[in-house]
């Protein structure tokens, strides 16, 4: 079997490092500081905080994990949480409902049970317009009565926390926020990888949760342990390596975690046959996978403008490395003007194509950066 996992999430043995990380996260949860943690996609926020959780259960911590991401309405947001939340404290018996009733006085008379198709119950709840925002309340001060009588600790981790801020207003993050300044007993962690949305939630100062948090980004992982960790997955299987090709794999990615896992997949592919990793290996792999991104990358292209892709391309061959709205750089690839530049990096952002470091831009995708490098660069 493959050893490397990648567009899912990682646990165990097949999750790489972030000790450092997971020892940060931990002392700020039992100190019961809220906290923000983003990254671009695909960085391991999940199976990073789903690591984080198997810590805290074993201090008797309860957590809670609430997933946004399919959120587009306030009638998705507490359909979810309530979904999350729910096993927590009624468990998964029959009498769910009942035990739900003793912490959610508002949501009681609304609530009903449903099953999976293997028999798995489930909790439903039928609101209307008024009685969202009183849901939400009704929600997380049960949850947090219920903590309270268990006298444990309890975390909420909400990922994808950055769908709240693309609703038509503000109000559930209003709520939200009144709700949890007055928890004592518990930690919240909010996770995003849209960085404009969840950074302006949180450092706009007419958005609810301003400065309400200590700000976690988090990184790529350190070459030197990316590489340790990519010769012992190899060598375990038992593929050998020829000298070099675990940093080699991890600077193709640039320790981007998933697309290096998603280049240690293929070459581990390319070498069962014959037991031996190469150089070869590795610029076949790359190439295997510029070709199955084709179509997608092909896609991205022609749903781009003129000067969006006149930009991208820009920023792909010059722009990581040099300011981006000096002279030099607009006119020698022939952007027009400044302002025109600031638009099309609003408009790359928002579609999630780039983002930005401090002054740095970066494409967020390692091989569509290749790709246009080597297929689309005249």
């Known amino acids: 079997m493959n050893p490397f996992i990648y567009g899912e999430e990682v646990v165990g043995e097949n999750f790489c490092n972030r000790v450092e990380e997971i020892k940060e996260i931990l002392v700020e949860v039992e100190s ?26 074993r201090k008797n911590f309860l957590t809670v994990y609430i997933d946004l991401y399919p959120v587009i309405s306030e009638n998705d947001f507490v359909r979810i949480s309530l979904k999350s939340i729910s096993p927590v404290i ?21 609530l009903f049970l449903t099953f999976s198709e293997d028999g798995t119950p489930s909790i439903g709840v039928n609101l209307s317009k008024a009685e969202l925002l009183p849901a939400v309340d009704d929600l997380f001060n049960g949850l947090y009565a219920y903590v309270k009588t268990r006298n444990k600790p309890a975390v909420v981790v909400f990922d994808e926390f950055q769908q709240l801020g693309e609703l038509e207003n503000n109000r559930i993050e209003k709520i939200l926020r009144s709700i949890i300044q007055k928890h004592r007993q518990m930690a919240y962690i909010f996770m995003g990888s849209k960085k404009h949305l969840i950074y302006d939630m949180f450092n706009n100062p007419e958005r609810p949760f301003y400065k309400s948090t200590r700000h976690f980004p988090l990184q790529t992982i350190e070459k030197p342990v990316f590489a340790r960790f990519i010769k012992q997955k190899f060598v375990k299987s038992g593929i050998q390596l ?78 990581e490395e040099e300011k981006i709205y000096s002279v030099e750089f607009i006119d020698g690839h022939n952007l027009g003007s400044g302002s025109t530049v600031q638009r099309g990096i609003k408009s790359l952002i928002t579609k999630g194509i780039i983002d930005k470091e401090g002054e740095k831009i970066i494409i967020n995708d390692i091989f569509l950066k290749r790709w246009l490098r080597t297929r689309m660069n005249p």
Request: glycine letters at 6%; a positive charge.
């Open 242 to 319: 020829e000298k070099g090709i675990p940093e080699a794999i991890v600077d193709m990615a640039e320790s981007h975690p998933y697309y290096t896992q998603m280049l240690s997949h293929v070459v581990w592919q390319l070498t069962w046959d014959n037991r031996t990793a190469s150089p070869k290996h590795v610029r076949t792999g790359i190439s295997k996978i510029l070709d199955r991104e084709e179509a997608a990358f092909n896609n991205l292209w022609d749903n781009l403008t003129l000067k969006q892709r006149r930009l991208l391309m820009a920023i792909c061959l010059k722009g």
């Open 32 to 57: 019961f500081q809220n906290m923000l943690i983003y990254s671009p996609r695909r960085y391991g926020k999940t199976s990073l905080i789903k690591e984080v959780f198997k810590r805290l259960k």
């Open 90 to 110: 009624g468990g998964t018996g029959g009498n769910i409902i009942k035990r739900l009733k003793e912490y959610f006085k508002q949501l009681s008379s609304s």
